[in-house]
Protein backbone atom coordinates (compact mmCIF):
# COMPACT_ATOMS: atom_id res chain seq x y z
CA UNK A 1 0.00 0.00 0.00
CA UNK A 2 1.40 3.63 -0.87
CA UNK A 3 1.93 5.73 1.96
CA UNK A 4 2.24 9.62 2.28
CA UNK A 5 6.03 10.40 3.02
CA UNK A 6 5.38 11.68 6.27
CA UNK A 7 3.74 8.20 7.49
CA UNK A 8 6.44 5.96 5.96
CA UNK A 9 8.45 5.86 9.32
CA UNK A 10 5.75 5.20 11.59
CA UNK A 11 4.17 2.33 8.80
CA UNK A 12 7.80 0.50 9.29
CA UNK A 13 7.38 0.66 13.20
CA UNK A 14 4.05 -1.02 12.91
CA UNK A 15 5.63 -3.78 10.79
CA UNK A 16 7.80 -4.82 13.47
CA UNK A 17 4.73 -4.31 16.19
CA UNK A 18 2.70 -6.53 13.60
CA UNK A 19 5.45 -9.69 13.78
CA UNK A 20 6.12 -9.63 17.42
CA UNK A 21 2.08 -10.08 17.80
CA UNK A 22 2.18 -12.50 15.53
CA UNK A 23 4.99 -14.19 17.26
CA UNK A 24 2.60 -13.88 20.45
CA UNK A 25 -0.78 -15.07 19.02
CA UNK A 26 1.36 -18.09 17.31
CA UNK A 27 2.22 -19.50 20.59
CA UNK A 28 0.87 -17.64 23.69
CA UNK A 29 1.71 -20.11 26.15
CA UNK A 30 5.56 -19.51 25.57
CA UNK A 31 7.39 -17.17 26.96
CA UNK A 32 7.72 -13.96 24.80
CA UNK A 33 8.91 -11.81 28.27
CA UNK A 34 12.48 -11.15 26.09
CA UNK A 35 10.53 -9.67 23.02
CA UNK A 36 8.01 -7.54 24.65
CA UNK A 37 10.90 -6.08 26.91
CA UNK A 38 12.78 -5.38 23.99
CA UNK A 39 9.86 -3.51 21.84
CA UNK A 40 8.07 -1.89 24.64
CA UNK A 41 10.49 1.07 24.84
CA UNK A 42 9.76 1.73 21.27
CA UNK A 43 6.58 1.28 21.27
CA UNK A 44 6.26 3.77 24.07
CA UNK A 45 8.10 6.31 21.87
CA UNK A 46 6.33 5.16 19.00
CA UNK A 47 3.22 6.22 20.37
CA UNK A 48 4.49 9.91 21.66
CA UNK A 49 6.03 10.56 17.91
CA UNK A 50 2.64 9.52 16.78
CA UNK A 51 0.38 12.02 19.18
CA UNK A 52 2.96 14.74 18.81
CA UNK A 53 2.91 14.14 14.67
CA UNK A 54 -0.68 14.22 14.50
CA UNK A 55 -2.23 16.54 16.93
CA UNK A 56 -1.76 19.67 14.38
CA UNK A 57 -3.70 17.70 12.47
CA UNK A 58 -6.94 16.31 14.23
CA UNK A 59 -9.40 19.53 13.28
CA UNK A 60 -8.67 18.31 9.62
CA UNK A 61 -10.19 15.21 10.13
CA UNK A 62 -13.89 15.07 9.25
CA UNK A 63 -14.73 11.93 11.56
CA UNK A 64 -13.61 12.79 15.24
CA UNK A 65 -13.71 9.10 16.16
CA UNK A 66 -10.83 8.12 14.47
CA UNK A 67 -9.11 10.68 17.16
CA UNK A 68 -11.18 8.93 19.86
CA UNK A 69 -10.37 5.22 18.78
CA UNK A 70 -6.28 5.98 18.77
CA UNK A 71 -6.36 7.88 22.14
CA UNK A 72 -8.27 5.10 23.83
CA UNK A 73 -5.66 2.70 21.89
CA UNK A 74 -2.83 4.57 23.27
CA UNK A 75 -4.35 4.86 26.96
CA UNK A 76 -5.24 1.05 26.89
CA UNK A 77 -1.80 0.05 25.28
CA UNK A 78 0.13 1.98 27.80
CA UNK A 79 -1.93 0.76 30.63
CA UNK A 80 -0.60 -2.86 29.71
CA UNK A 81 2.44 -2.10 29.30
CA UNK A 82 2.70 -0.62 32.77
CA UNK A 83 1.89 -3.27 34.62
CA UNK A 84 3.46 -6.09 32.68
CA UNK A 85 2.77 -9.55 33.43
CA UNK A 86 5.28 -11.40 31.61
CA UNK A 87 5.38 -14.61 30.64
CA UNK A 88 1.17 -14.92 31.82
CA UNK A 89 -0.21 -16.42 28.56
CA UNK A 90 -3.64 -14.21 28.87
CA UNK A 91 -1.86 -10.83 29.00
CA UNK A 92 0.72 -11.42 26.81
CA UNK A 93 -2.27 -12.59 24.27
CA UNK A 94 -4.47 -9.57 25.39
CA UNK A 95 -1.42 -7.28 24.65
CA UNK A 96 -0.79 -9.03 21.34
CA UNK A 97 -4.70 -8.08 20.03
CA UNK A 98 -4.52 -5.01 20.97
CA UNK A 99 -1.80 -3.95 19.58
CA UNK A 100 -2.83 -5.70 16.19
CA UNK A 101 -6.08 -4.34 16.21
CA UNK A 102 -4.77 -1.22 17.09
CA UNK A 103 -1.87 -0.89 14.06
CA UNK A 104 -4.80 -2.37 11.87
CA UNK A 105 -6.76 0.50 12.62
CA UNK A 106 -4.07 2.83 12.27
CA UNK A 107 -2.88 1.77 8.69
CA UNK A 108 -6.27 0.71 7.37
CA UNK A 109 -8.27 4.01 8.52
CA UNK A 110 -6.34 6.03 10.47
CA UNK A 111 -3.43 6.90 8.00
CA UNK A 112 -5.77 6.97 5.21
CA UNK A 113 -8.04 9.56 6.37
CA UNK A 114 -4.66 11.70 7.55
CA UNK A 115 -3.65 11.66 4.01
CA UNK A 116 -6.92 12.61 2.51
CA UNK A 117 -7.43 15.30 4.76
CA UNK A 118 -4.88 16.53 6.43
CA UNK A 119 -1.50 15.70 4.64
Known amino acids: MKRHAT ?9 H ?5 ARILRDPQADHSIDIRN ?8 FTREE ?7 QK ?7 LRFER ?3 ALRELLS ?3 YGEPQWQNMLAERLRDHVR ?11 KYAL
Not at 7 to 15: G, P, R, T
Not at 39 to 46: A, G
Not at 52 to 58: C, E, I, S, V, Y
Open 105 to 115: FEERELFEALA
Open 7 to 15: LIELSHDHH
Open 83 to 85: QPQ
Open 73 to 75: DHT
Open 61 to 67: LPDHNLR
Open 39 to 46: HSRDLLEH
Open 17 to 21: TLAMA
Open 52 to 58: QQFAPLW
